[in-house]
T-cell receptor, first 114, second 116 residues
Framework: AQSVTQLDSQVPVFEEAPVELRCNYSSSVSVYLFWYVQYPNQGLQLLLKYLSGSTLVKGINGFEAEFNKSQTSFHLRKPSVHISDTAEYFCAVSGDPGRRALTFGSGTRLQVQP | ETGVTQTPRHLVMGMTNKKSLKCEQHLGHNAMYWYKQSAKKPLELMFVYSLEERVENNSVPSRFSPECPNSSHLFLHLHTLQPEDSALYLC???????????????FGPGTRLTVT
């Protein structure tokens, strides 16, 4: 079985400050990891993904994430946030052949303040 | 149209009504999914279709009835719903993986359903 824990339900941050959204996973098999973003009244948009290779993954809108196998983490970072980054962010994992879909975390609401 | 589209975007229905949600994917994928997203709750996977065959059904009440007539279209038929069924219903698609266990999903914008 696999699971995802997003440790913070809300993260308030000031504009132009750096931010880190935390994600830890649990899995008995090799994993593929994803971050999605959801803007108000919209669906989920893929931000970035880790499939294999380099542990530092770059995505859209200036976001990046680092896969840390020993700590079973996949934290999302941005060096300088904008008001437009205000949204819900979801971490997800796949890799369990018995589960034919992604397993999502409960989400982190990023609130960027001016 | 590109990506995954869903219609309608908003739906208000009474508990005795029958309605259907439609999803269409333009990505050439062969697997489609329905998720329910309620306020303050994690995303709930409802149904999975692969090659038009239902392969996962996560204890969803029978008042929700999915239909997948081909690999591009997915429907969710609704009847005698309850107020607690009010939520955002999201459709997604993916390509059944060549790499075992890799499911990269692409989502539609969702249908906001309100049951009165």
């Amino acid at each position: 079985a696999q699971s995802v824990t997003q440790l913070d339900s809300q993260v308030p941050v000031f504009e132009e400050a750096p931010v880190e959204l935390r994600c830890n996973y649990s899995s008995s098999v090799s994993v593929y990891l994803f971050w999605y973003v959801q803007y108000p009244n919209q669906g989920l948009q893929l931000l970035l993904k880790y499939l294999s290779g380099s542990t530092l993954v770059k995505g859209i809108n200036g976001f990046e994430a680092e896969f840390n196998k020993s700590q079973t983490s996949f934290h999302l970072r941005k060096p300088s946030v904008h008001i437009s980054d205000t949204a819900e962010y979801f971490c997800a994992v796949s890799g369990d052949p018995g589960r034919r879909a992604l397993t999502f975390g409960s989400g982190t609401r990023l609130q960027v303040q001016p | 149209e590109t990506g995954v589209t869903q219609t309608p975007r908003h739906l208000v229905m009474g508990m005795t009504n029958k309605k259907s949600l439609k999803c269409e994917q333009h990505l050439g994928h062969n697997a489609m999914y329905w998720y329910k997203q309620s306020a303050k709750k994690p995303l709930e996977l409802m149904f999975v279709y692969s090659l038009e065959e239902r392969v996962e059904n996560n204890s969803v009440p029978s008042r929700f009835s999915p239909e997948c007539p081909n690999s591009s279209h997915l429907f969710l038929h609704l009847h005698t719903l309850q107020p607690e069924d009010s939520a955002l219903y999201l459709c997604a698609s993916s390509q059944e993986p060549r790499d075992r266990g890799l499911y990269e999903q692409y989502f539609g914008p969702g249908t906001r359903l309100t049951v009165t």
